[in-house]
C-alpha cells in the first residue's frame, strides 16, 4: 500500500514548458516536503509547506489539505531543472517520521 | 562545515561484519535524521533524533540497526552482521528545531554488502 503516490513517475520536457508534479497522500499529515535529488544522489529540500502556496523563483508548491494533495510546479523549464523530484509528509506528528513517494524523474530537453 | 557532511561516502563490506557509518549535522541544528534509499526503491525513514528527547526508532528494520547521538552533534548509525539486503546509500539530515524548518541533507553513505 503505497501511503503517498506521486504522479507522473517519468516526465520528459521540452524546454521552456510549463510543468507540474502531482503528489496524493492517504494519511494525516502536519507538513509536505518537495525534495530535489539530482543524479549523483544529492537531495535539496525545495519547500516545506502545511498549507497554502509558496514560491521560489520559478518553483511553485501547493498544497490543499483536505483534498490531500499537492503540486509542484515549474515555470520556463530548463535542463538543468531534470532530477528526479519527490514528495515526502511528515506522518504521526513525528517531524521526522517522513513517508516518502517514489519520486518523479524530470527531463527537460533543450 | 557549511553543509551535513557523511563519511564515509563509499563502504564495500562482507556479509556478516559490522559498519559505522557517520554523519555530521550544521552546526546549531537540533534535529538530525537517518534515511535509506535502496537500488531502485524510495526514500526511508530510520530513525530521528531532536534535542535531547529519545529518538523516534520506529523505522529502524531490526534490531541490527542502532543510532547514537553523541552531545547533540555528531551521530554514527551502526550496522551488526550486515546483510546483503543492507546495501542502499544512508543519508543524514538535519534541521532546526522548528516546525517549518527545511531539512539540509548529506551527500550520503553508499552501502555494499557483498
Known amino acids: 500500500k503505497n501511503e503517498v503516490e506521486q504522479s507522473p513517475q517519468n516526465l520528459t520536457a521540452q524546454e521552456g514548458e510549463f510543468i507540474t508534479i502531482n503528489c496524493s497522500y492517504s494519511v494525516g499529515i502536519s507538513a509536505l516536503h518537495w525534495l530535489q535529488q539530482h543524479p549523483g544522489g544529492g537531495i535539496v529540500s525545495l519547500f516545506m509547506?502545511?498549507?497554502g502556496k509558496k514560491k521560489h523563483g520559478r518553483l511553485i508548491a501547493t498544497i490543499n489539505i483536505q483534498e490531500k494533495h499537492s503540486s509542484l510546479h515549474i515555470t520556463a523549464s530548463h535542463p538543468r531543472d531534470s532530477a528526479v523530484y519527490i514528495c515526502?509528509?511528515?506522518?504521526?506528528?513525528?517531524?521526522?517520521?517522513?513517508?516518502f513517494g517514489k519520486g518523479t524523474k524530470l527531463s527537460v530537453k533543450p | 562545515g557549511a553543509g551535513v557532511s557523511q563519511s564515509p561516502s563509499n563502504k564495500v563490506t562482507e556479509k556478516g561484519k559490522d559498519v559505522e557509518l557517520r554523519c555530521d549535522p550544521i552546526?546549531?541544528?537540533?534535529?538530525l535524521y537517518w534515511y535509506r534509499q535502496s537500488l531502485g526503491q524510495g526514500l526511508e525513514f530510520l530513525i530521528y533524533?531532536?534535542?535531547?528527547?529519545?529518538?523516534?526508532k520506529s523505522g529502524l528494520p531490526s534490531d541490527r540497526f542502532s543510532a547514537e547521538r553523541t552531545g547533540g552533534s555528531v551521530s554514527t548509525l551502526t550496522i551488526q552482521r550486515t546483510q546483503q539486503e543492507d546495501s542502499a546509500v544512508y543519508l543524514c539530515?538535519?534541521?532546526?528545531?522548528?516546525?517549518?524548518?527545511?531539512?539540509?541533507f548529506g551527500n550520503g553513505t553508499r552501502l555494499t554488502v557483498t
Open positions: 539530515a538535519s534541521s532546526f528545531a522548528t516546525g517549518t524548518s527545511p531539512l539540509h
Open positions: 509547506l502545511s498549507s
Open positions: 552546526s546549531g541544528h537540533t534535529a
Open positions: 533524533f531532536q534535542g535531547n528527547s529519545a529518538p523516534d
Open positions: 515526502a509528509v511528515i506522518y504521526g506528528g513525528s517531524q521526522g517520521n517522513l513517508i
